[in-house]
């Protein structure tokens, strides 16, 4: 026998990790316009130019407003997951603990982004 309160549960538990992986990302767009130094620095060691820091930061916002309205879900799901594949790179640093912490962190957000893309799935093809 199934529960019927199932499918209520499952539909927060959506929304909630939806809600909190969105507010990561906004407090990374925060952070990037408040201070891009800091990622101006990381972005430049890797050759990479600095002023990448503003369509990062816009692509943080736009992104977690769309996981926090719950709008395009499973592609932006697996587009931040990618992304924090993408961005862990530069906190691969295996002489610097803090920074592999990062790096792990970020595969691990990536994980649950492919987590939430794969259930967020299933409730759109069970409609």
Known sequence: MTDPKKPAVWRVELMVGRLMLSALFFAGCVQKIVDPTPVMILLEGAGISGVLVW?????????????????????????????????????????????MSIFIK??????????????????????
């Open 55 to 99: 369509p990062a930061a816009a692509f943080n916002l736009v992104a977690g407003v769309l996981l926090a309205t719950g709008r395009y879900v499973v592609p932006v799901a697996r587009t931040l997951a990618a992304y924090c594949v993408v961005t862990s790179v530069f906190h691969f640093i295996p002489s610097d603990g803090w920074q």
């Open 106 to 127: 970020n595969w691990a957000i990536a994980g649950g982004l492919l987590a939430l893309s794969a259930a967020q799935s299933r409730t759109v093809t069970r409609r």
